[in-house]
């Protein structure tokens, strides 16, 4: 362990948060052996004013890629010192893992085992833009989220280790001499070849991570704001027409929030949705108590790679309101979404809503 900057007491406040975080993270968890790696540096932590970040020096090597890390930054907490150590652990042995991916890691770790303010900070904020997804700032945590959902499609059991393992399978080769490091395959290709055989372009998983954020208690039971709607209306004015006020990025969702009245219970609610192309969409509609709750879903069958997509809301005599819900999947046309895509491309949408005809 080592702390370099700030005075002699933080310095020494520091290096005992770091080195309990090391025992956690690296020991108690399926980090790598750190203390066995020939290669590695001492696990550094730079003081600094800024928030945390994860600076990165290729290691020359004829195996797998590996790299130099250094924490710069960052509150003097245990939170951030779990999130060095789990970003520093990850960036060693995968460097080419996309930073918001990092960020994502390392503040998941953190709001794991400690308050992780950093990270909840984040995710309120994100909560305000979700169209914006948890990909979009390679600086900020907001992939925690992404984290997350793995941890909670792993084996019973498995969950600790799912993160992990889902983040280093892809560890990559650069061939010696490339001028650029070689960044396939990623997370998403993991994902792809685990889940994709019934699951699509990560559909139903991007989608149901969209509907999990619209719950009101947040990741890991940590209170969070629900994802701001893009357009609340009530069924009385329908039929509607909406154009999402701002573009999707991948893994970026949009809500739509319908307040029922007695003839769209009766009748039920139909959906139309056109977007541009240049990516992948799903879809789907909720029923909500009356305390926003998610009572049921439903799913909205879409054409691969397709841009629109129809489906209907029936039997909602005891729904409060109905929730549409738009997730950008990235990609398009034979090719699938690519973390390390920057900047990620925004498309639009447009949602139409209608009461159905009375039985």
């Given at each position: ?51 945390l ?24 907490t ?6 060095c ?8 042995v ?5 930073s918001?991916l ?80 070689n ?12 889940l ?7 559909a ?64 039920g ?81 447009q ?8 039985p």
């Amino acid at each position: 362990m080592c702390v370099e900057g700030g005075d002699p007491e933080s310095r020494q406040r520091a290096l005992r948060l770091l080195l309990d975080a090391y025992e956690l993270t690296v020991l108690g968890n399926q980090g790598p052996a750190w203390s066995l790696d020939p290669r590695a540096e001492p696990m550094l932590w730079l003081l600094e004013p800024g928030r945390l970040e994860f600076r990165l020096e290729p290691v020359l090597t004829l195996g797998f890629d590996r790299a130099h890390v250094r924490c710069r930054g960052g509150e003097l907490t245990r939170s951030t010192a779990l999130a060095c150590a789990a970003g520093s652990s990850l960036g060693r042995v995968v460097p080419s893992t996309a930073s918001s991916l990092t960020h994502g890691f390392a503040g998941y770790h953190a709001l794991l085992h400690d308050a992780g303010l950093a990270t909840s900070s984040a995710l309120s904020q994100a909560a305000r833009t979700p169209e914006r997804g948890v990909l979009s700032d390679p600086t900020l945590p907001t992939a925690a989220l992404l984290v997350e959902r793995i941890f909670a499609k792993a084996t019973p059991g498995q969950g600790l280790a799912a993160p992990w393992l889902a983040l280093v399978l892809p560890a990559t080769k650069t061939t010696p001499g490339a001028t650029q490091p070689n960044a396939e395959p990623d997370l998403f290709d993991v994902l792809e070849s685990t889940l994709g055989q019934a699951d699509p372009h990560l559909a139903l998983f991007l989608d149901e991570l969209s509907a999990l954020r619209w719950s009101p208690s947040g990741p890991l039971g940590t209170a969070l704001s629900a994802p701001e709607p893009a357009w609340e209306v009530d069924a009385a004015s329908l039929p509607r027409n909406l154009v999402l006020p701002r573009p999707l990025l991948p893994t970026g969702s949009a809500y739509v929030v319908v307040a029922l009245d007695a003839a769209t219970r009766k009748a039920g609610l139909a959906l139309r949705t056109f977007c541009e192309s240049g990516s992948r969409y799903a879809w789907s509609m909720a029923r909500l108590d009356d305390q926003g709750r998610i009572q049921s879903r439903v799913a909205i069958a879409g054409r691969d790679s397709g841009t629109s997509a129809e489906g209907m809301l029936r039997q909602l005599d005891e729904t409060h309101k109905a929730l549409i819900v738009g997730t950008s999947l990235g990609g398009g046309p034979a090719a699938e979404l690519d973390p390390d895509e920057t900047p990620l491309p925004g498309h639009s949408c447009q949602v139409a809503l209608d009461r159905l005809p009375a039985p």
